[in-house]
């Protein structure tokens, strides 16, 4: 019996009819940086598809490290910015690929990979930033087949005033629960600090919610434990209704298995320890209050203006993005920051720094994430940037999606191009939604909107439906290459098509109709751990005929193709001369159906 391998390559010789498989435009290469970084590809270079209106990000890999470029994650941004004309959460394959996007949800941040009960979900917040600093909205979660699972928000308010969700942090913790922040204006006297006694300022707290009770389980607030005089944020101009002063800045909270809370406010450059129970302080980390002797000469409690705390390493460790930036105009470079603890001796040492070669400048948001093997994942905020590090500081793997052209410095244009923070996780999307499928200038285009375990497409043409199953005309196999595949149609023979999707493992994601027009219409399909009797993945009927034609029996190619895909459909065709015991030693596998 031919091998699986030497089946593959007698599909040219079978199909003739597909033709110059082409694929996106790849990323730009780092010969192309300073063209990049000038704008001349665009402030925000975007790449284009003809099946949809969605637009991808066109990506500059400065560098890429088998290191970090072959694990198979996913990465994870919601790009938005001033001149971001297609903004909403974003996922890349390890190249720098587009492979789900979405305009649904225009502003949008935090865009993860979350567990919930044991099932993996895509989490972000979703609403209004137009209020400097923090935002009014809701929290998401999403499930593999991109469907909202649940929508998160504030419980209560705070003394008669409204609490909205805000973006800067949605932790889903062990227990099951959501860990928001929220920020809400109340009437505050700053007499005393030359403002006007009836002046505003912004409260920040957070809270724990039962996410499927929405019950509140705990809440801490600002006010109650912290000074004005904690913090580095001058009152200024600010203090009125509509512009209340913001002097803490919350931007991220965790909870460890003694069921304490570590929480990470901007404007008092430290991490904060909070009793679980009567939210009272138990230390901090860096700021005005430190509490622990720095062994490193400082480097590990001097950060400033910082994003993302987070406890690694059996909660003896922590890592953080440390902006170390307030404004543009600022000199001193961000860093991925790992700190060590010691909670008996109180004592800090930093373990590892990660510095980016061009000195990216960040003067807000932010993102640090320390990866299952030990490396370091830094999303650059303001800085249109994401990278990763190894465990010593290495630079590994470093994409820009944005022109790096208004600070010699090294900072990117404020506002221009953005994402609050940015991630690297493991993810299998399963769409819900149907390919979608154009034909242009006798090339079909195809693309699968979220589909991570697409990798080749089976053609099939026909010129009539509801006659025999055999008139099914095998054209070829499109291997999946980036967002969007296309082949050349050397010849305009047929009015309908069939697709059919397939996995690494050749088993079946999904079978479609397409007419001549575009439009495609779904053939269902039973799930394959249903019975035995779900039908055969139709690669089994391409692996089949290539069979038949090796040995020389092309007369009845047409005859076995009908009955295998009959039997995809849930039944057995009378045509077919090929049964489970014939597909069982030919080796091929039944369908994993996930559309």
């Not at 009836?198 to 389980?217: A, G, M, R, V, Y």
């Not at 209340?244 to 991220?252: A, C, E, G, L, Y």
């Not at 590892?352 to 000195?359: T, V």
Request: hydrophobic share 35%; charged share 20%.
């Amino acid at each position: 019996m031919p091998s699986i391998a030497s089946l593959l390559r007698c599909l040219p010789v079978l199909a003739t009819l597909l033709t110059a498989v082409t694929a996106d435009p790849p990323p730009f290469h780092p010969a192309e940086a300073d063209e990049y970084d000038k704008g001349g590809y665009g402030l925000y270079p975007e790449i284009k598809y003809k099946t949809t209106d969605l637009v991808g990000a066109h990506i500059l890999r400065r560098k890429w490290d088998a290191k970090c470029g072959k694990d198979g994650k996913y990465i994870f941004f919601a790009p938005r910015g001033m001149i971001i004309g297609h903004p909403g959460p974003m996922i890349l394959d390890q190249n720098g690929e587009m492979v789900f996007h979405t305009e649904a949800f225009p502003i949008a941040y935090g865009l993860t990979v979350q567990k919930y009960r044991s099932e993996n979900y895509l989490t972000f917040w979703a609403g209004d930033d137009q209020v400097i600093g923090h935002g009014s909205g809701s929290y998401y979660m999403f499930d593999q087949h991109y469907r909202q699972y649940k929508k998160i928000d504030p419980v209560g308010n705070l003394t008669g005033y409204p609490i909205t969700g805000d973006l800067h942090e949605f932790k889903i913790t062990k227990e099951n629960t959501a860990l928001i922040t929220s920020y809400v204006s109340i009437p505050w006297d700053l007499s005393s600090l030359g403002r006007p006694k009836d002046s505003f300022i912004f409260d920040c707290l957070f809270q724990e919610i039962d996410i499927e009770t929405n019950q509140l389980l705990f809440e801490w607030r600002a006010t109650d434990h912290f000074t004005f005089d904690d913090c580095y944020n001058p009152v200024r101009q600010t203090g009125a209704a509509n512009n209340p002063w913001d002097w803490f800045h919350i931007n991220s909270v965790e909870k460890d298995k003694k069921g304490n809370y570590m929480i990470s406010a901007r404007y008092s450059h430290a991490l904060t320890y909070i009793h679980g129970k009567t939210g009272q302080t138990l230390w901090h980390l860096g700021g005005k209050n430190n509490s622990f002797t720095d062994l490193s000469g400082g480097s590990a409690t001097d950060f400033c203006w910082q994003h993302d705390a987070r406890w690694v390493d059996n909660y003896e460790a922590i890592t953080m993005f440390d902006n170390h930036a307030y404004f543009a105009d600022q000199v001193t470079p961000a860093r991925g920051l790992k700190v060590g603890l010691d909670t008996k001796k109180m004592t800090a040492t930093t373990l590892s720094e990660a510095k980016h070669p061009q000195g990216y400048i960040s003067e807000s948001q932010g993102s640090a994430q320390q990866l299952p093997n030990g490396n370091l994942f830094l999303g650059y905020g303001s800085a249109a940037a994401f990278a990763e590090y190894s465990p010593s500081g290495e630079i590994l793997c470093d994409m820009q999606f944005g022109a790096l052209h208004y600070h010699k410095d090294g900072s990117f244009s404020p506002s221009a191009v953005m994402s609050y923070r940015a991630y690297k996780n493991d993810w299998v999307g399963y769409p819900s939604q149907p390919p979608k499928v154009k034909f242009d200038e006798g090339k079909m285009y195809i693309s699968w909107n979220g589909a991570t375990e697409l990798k080749q497409w089976i053609v099939e043409g026909t010129n009539a439906l509801g006659t025999s199953a055999g008139d099914w005309d095998m054209l070829g196999t499109i291997p999946r290459t980036g967002f969007e595949s296309n082949v050349t149609l050397q010849e305009d023979l047929y009015r309908i098509y069939r697709l059919t999707a397939l996995d690494k493992q050749q088993k079946m994601l999904g079978m479609w109709i397409v007419y001549s027009g575009g439009e495609v219409r779904s053939i269902p399909y039973p799930e394959a751990s249903t019975s035995r009797s779900v039908s055969l993945v139709v690669f089994g009927a391409v692996l089949a005929l290539c069979t038949i034609a090796l040995f020389s029996r092309k007369a009845e190619i047409r005859h076995r193709i009908a009955g295998l895909v009959a039997g995809g459909r849930g039944k057995t065709s009378s045509s077919s001369t090929l049964d489970y015991d014939d597909v069982e030693r030919m080796g091929l596998v039944e369908p994993e159906v996930k559309y």
